[in-house]
């Protein structure tokens, strides 16, 4: 929910932005010198002015270890490798610089960094404590805020986005809050992360006659909800997420780690073949649906749009928005489906009946189906223009398609495995 962010300034946080830049220099340095980028870091680390300032510094700086590995296409399972062999050098360098302001930092990232680098430095900044100096007396406070405070925000018509906000206080401070956009459309992926004074300040923020509501739940299921939603990220190849991300997942995975009462999620419930069946025959026989034939191309893109949210976006196939119909008409569709130029010709006629079907069911606004059904008629171009591209498909629908064009009856399962057995052969010569 962009109006609940922070204004801030164009390049991010102070912290952050020293940050990025001693990275870059790092880059341009040959073999990189790492006790002249430690100095620089201690140097910055010693002018933080509160608990909150070095925990945004040490999330960008384990965030810098995320980047890189979502960058080289790395899988969350080898996220350890990539942050010990970008981190510990640095950590290490920082330890033999010394001195207050490599202690901050040092701090800052045990206090943050919930892997092996952040285990090392608070080992490191620990050795170095009788050595440092006198350390501001807020260091202590440096991954020690509580949380104060939970809310859900949601649009209440289409239910796209949902922002997950929990509000923290370190002692003697003011309170910050940290939001979580989860997006409902990519099977609850956390897509955006943001920082806002406080959760009655997102409020305020919010236009007066929007729909959205701003609900308060408790920190354990707004803290349950985060590490899904991250979670899901972290195991997606390429994750759609905010350019600047990465410079806040540590903090909000810190926040999330720090609420007590942590609520164990529910796996969402798969809908069964004959669920969705009779979901599809409620709505042949609706005011919506009764014209269509059970066997008739408008009855299986409806079955094809009741798949499609429920295995590829959130599990309610009765929730429709305008995002919804790009994705299924301009992204699924094309890729998954075999789509003959009748089906291509129903799917129009079929999707409006049945977005007037689910907006009535839900009890959505007139206007809200209104404007859904008009994205049908935006995306129908390209839906059928990329449905007829055989390059834009998956490995099953190319082979779908060779098939077909080799005139392999589709419902034969002998002849398709007879094709199949010519397909993997000539794929393993290609």
Known sequence: MSQAKRPRRPSGHPAAIAARRERKGARHEAGPDLTALARRIA????????????????S????????????????????????????????????????????????????????????????????????????????????????????????????????VLL????????????????????????????????????????????????????????????????????????????????????LALLAADSTPDLVELADDPDISDDERSRLRDAFLQSPEGRGFAPDGEEAYAVS???????????GRPLRWSPVVVELFMSWWVPRKVLAGDELLEAMPRALDAWIRYAGRSRGIPEPAIQTTR????????????????PDLGGPAKQFLLAAKGAGVDLHDPAALDEFMAAWNAQQRLA
Request: proline share 5%; charged share 20%.
């Open 374 to 389: 008009e994205a049908i008629g935006e995306w129908h171009e390209e839906m059928v223009t990329s449905a007829r591209d």
């Open 43 to 58: 140097r910055m680390a010693a002018d933080f002015t509160g608990p909150l300032e070095a925990e945004l510094w040490a």
């Open 167 to 250: 509000e923290a206080r370190h002692s003697g401070e003011e309170s910050h809050c940290v939001g979580v956009q989860i997006d409902n459309n990519l099977g609850g992926l956390a897509t955006d992360l943001f920082l806002v004074d406080s959760i009655a300040a997102a409020a305020q923020a919010l236009p007066p006659d929007a729909p959205v509501t701003l609900e308060p739940v408790a920190p354990g299921l707004a803290a349950a909800h985060i590490h899904r939603a991250l979670a899901l990220t972290d195991m997606t190849w390429d994750p759609p997420v905010s350019e600047d991300y990465h410079e806040l997942r540590a």
């Open 304 to 314: 094809l749009a009741i798949d499609f949210c429920a295995d590829y976006c959130d």
């Open 60 to 163: 960008d700086f384990a965030g810098t270890f995320w980047l890189e590995r979502v960058m080289l296409g790395i899988g969350d399972a080898h996220a350890d490798s990539v942050a010990r062999a970008m981190g510990v050098p640095l950590v290490t360098a920082l330890t033999r610089v010394g001195g207050a302001g490599a202690c901050i930092a040092l701090w800052a990232i045990g206090a943050v960094d919930e892997g092996d680098v952040g285990m090392r430095a608070l080992r490191a900044a620990q050795s170095l404590a009788g050595d440092c100096g006198p350390l501001p007396t807020w260091l202590s406070e440096v991954g020690a805020a509580k949380i104060v405070g939970a809310a859900i925000m949601r649009d209440e018509v289409f239910d796209d986005v949902r922002s």
